[in-house]
């Protein structure tokens, strides 16, 4: 198998992982500090469990790493620099949504201003 092949199954595994908004959200939040279940969970406004499940995927794919504190588990991205490139996507995305709207907008004028002709 070709080492680029390789690359672009393992990049395959990364964009599954990240595939969920609310994982998304997860290494947004991990991309200002550490945080544990429960005050992820109070920040995003989702379940414990169900943070936890986004973080065993996450961590599947080696984005985050935990370190214990007592009995909490404090979870902290592995490569912080992934939080930008994540964030380059949401305002990649944001842009796109904004053009979009953009382009509507003057559809629906232009349709009007060819309805009164």
Do not use: C
């Amino acid at each position: 198998m070709s080492s680029r092949k390789i690359v672009a199954e393992e990049l395959a595994k990364l964009f599954s992982a990240l595939s969920h908004p609310d994982r998304i959200r997860i290494v947004e939040e991990l991309a200002t500090e550490e945080s544990d279940v429960q005050s992820l969970s109070e920040q995003l406004d989702i379940s414990p469990s169900r943070v936890s499940q986004h973080l065993s995927t996450l961590r599947a794919q080696r984005v985050v790493s935990d370190r214990r504190e007592g009995k909490r588990h404090i979870y902290h991205l592995d490569e912080p620099g992934l939080a930008g490139w994540i964030l380059d996507g949401v305002n990649f995305t944001e842009l796109q949504i904004v053009n979009a709207r953009e382009f509507e907008s003057a559809v629906k004028k232009a349709k009007k201003l060819w309805s009164q002709q």
